[in-house]
Antibody
């Protein structure tokens, strides 16, 4: 069974940093594209970033470029999102997802971790 | 960026009703469209890919159709467990974008 477990969320002040992690199990992590999708409280879904199997190909939404960095450690079956220069509008639940690159959908989702940016 | 517009934003329905949700893309996306279901406090669940391919384990009362810019998700006979918010997502190009969601209420 595919399991994605996020951690690292919490309360951070504007301008601060936070690192999210996602522990993957139940599938061959190194064979899959991975990504992050977020959801602001009471709002819809927003794709954040994707990374390919070996980390050589990365895509992200413009609003996080230069501030967020997605990375992975295939030896540890782990996905990360380093978030710097956080803003109030980054407040959201962040979901770790598997990305099916041939059809472009997110087929497995973690339970999410809440990031709150507030003073 | 490709904008995805869902309608209606919410719909009230009875158990047994047929419900149709529409998703429109701001430009042609072929059949690069997925649908998700989200229940309160839970992560989204993937339902349909390539506009009409049902994910394994998804009940057959769910169906998707469309091509180009106009797409629909239909629930043929609404069940109590189907009350949720549904999102479409275009997979044609980055940035990947979602519709605003359609809440299906009792």
């Amino acid at each position: 069974e595919v399991q994605l477990v996020e951690s690292g969320g919490g309360l951070v002040q504007p301008g601060g940093s936070l690192r999210l992690s996602c522990a993957a199990s139940g599938f061959t992590f190194s064979n899959y594209w991975m990504g992050w999708v977020r959801q602001a409280p009471g709002k819809g879904l927003e794709w954040v970033a994707n990374i390919n199997q070996d980390g050589s190909d990365i895509y992200s939404v413009d609003s996080v470029k230069g501030r967020f960095t997605i990375s992975r450690d295939n030896a540890k079956n782990s996905l990360s999102l380093q978030m710097n220069s956080l803003r109030a509008e980054d407040t959201a639940v962040y979901y770790c997802v598997t990305y099916h690159v041939s059809s472009g959908y997110f087929d497995h989702w973690g339970q999410g971790t809440l990031v709150t940016v507030s003073s | 960026d490709i904008q995805m517009t869902q309608s209606p934003s919410s719909v009230s329905a009875f158990v047994g009703d047929r419900v149709t949700i529409t998703c429109r893309a701001s430009q042609g996306i072929s059949n690069w469209l997925a649908w998700y279901q989200q229940k309160p406090g839970k992560a989204p669940k993937f339902l349909i890919s390539s506009a009409s391919s049902l994910q394994s384990g998804v009940p057959s009362r769910f169906s998707g159709s469309g091509f180009g810019t106009d797409f629909t998700l239909t629930i043929s006979s609404l069940q109590p467990e189907d009350f949720a918010t549904y999102y479409c997502q275009q997979a044609n190009s980055f940035p990947l974008t979602f519709g605003g969601g359609t809440k299906v209420e009792i």
